[in-house]
């Protein structure tokens, strides 16, 4: 499991929960279906599973998600899945920030409780950046292609009114990550705070997510 350090915290310890989406869950998840699915894998742009029964990360459905979205703006799936990696990451910091219950937090008593105390600050933002494993320090707002440009991140909505392009196609990643978690139905984020073998009888756990990007702008 990744690390992470936070001033009077033991070491955190965090991942995915058990999150493996079927193909048909996936799909609705996505928007992916299961055909395209299959095409996609037939044709090199999925990775073959080793398996029997394809399965899919919560990592994996966020890029899918956002690639499957592009290829309606007539991109390739190849470089639709290269915006998805790049992007996929920040859908899941959005979902973390905008969806109650998104993260699962054990530990002691004291310690969940400053935790959770942490993601309603304005350290919030960060951590659930560290959480989704986000290289991108501030994820943008949504991905906007003006007459069919290569898709552009934005980190404000577009006035249309100001803008000259005839066509102008937007994915709005908040409620990109908002439909992913909604759908999952489930905590995308699992945190352990120090080792388990060192908690007492008081430990706890708790469920945080939520803050609202969108309620502090």
């Given amino acids: 499991m990744p690390t992470m350090e936070l001033a009077g915290l033991p070491v955190i310890n965090f991942g995915e929960p058990e999150l493996e989406l079927t193909p048909s869950e996936l799909e609705a998840a996505s928007g992916l279906t299961t055909e395209m699915q299959r095409v996609w894998r037939s044709r090199g742009q999925?990775?073959?599973?080793?398996?029997?029964?394809?399965?899919?990360?919560?990592?994996e459905t966020a890029v899918l998600l956002l690639a499957y979205e592009?290829?309606?703006?007539?991109?390739?799936?190849?470089?639709?899945?290269?915006?998805?990696?790049?992007?996929?990451?920040?859908?899941?910091q959005l979902a973390l920030f905008n969806v109650e219950g998104t993260c699962e937090i054990h530990g002691e008593r004291v310690h969940v409780e400053t935790l959770r105390n942490m993601l309603t600050e304005d350290s919030a933002e960060y951590i659930f950046r560290i959480l989704a494993q986000n290289e991108i320090d501030s994820?943008?707002?949504?991905?906007?292609?003006?007459?069919?440009?290569?898709?552009?991140?934005?980190?404000?909505?577009?006035?249309?009114?100001?803008d000259s392009s005839v066509s102008l196609q937007i994915i709005n990643l908040v409620n990109a990550g908002i439909q992913?978690?909604?759908?999952?139905?489930?905590?995308?984020?699992?945190?352990e705070i120090g080792q388990r073998?060192?908690?007492?009888?008081?430990?706890?756990?708790?469920?945080?997510?939520?803050?609202?990007?969108?309620?502090?702008n």
């Avoid at 390739?76 to 899941?92: L, N, V």
């Avoid at 994820?139 to 006035?159: G, K, T």
């Fill in 70 to 92: 592009v290829t309606r703006w007539g991109i390739a799936p190849t470089e639709a899945i290269k915006i998805g990696k790049r992007y996929g990451p920040s859908i899941i």
């Fill in 139 to 162: 994820p943008p707002r949504c991905l906007i292609s003006s007459d069919r440009s290569v898709p552009q991140a934005e980190f404000e909505y577009p006035h249309q009114d100001e």
């Fill in 46 to 59: 999925l990775q073959k599973e080793k398996r029997s029964h394809a399965r899919y990360s919560l990592r």
């Fill in 180 to 191: 992913l978690a909604v759908r999952i139905g489930r905590p995308l984020v699992k945190v």
């Fill in 197 to 216: 073998e060192s908690w007492s009888k008081d430990a706890v756990r708790r469920l945080a997510g939520g803050t609202g990007l969108e309620k502090r």
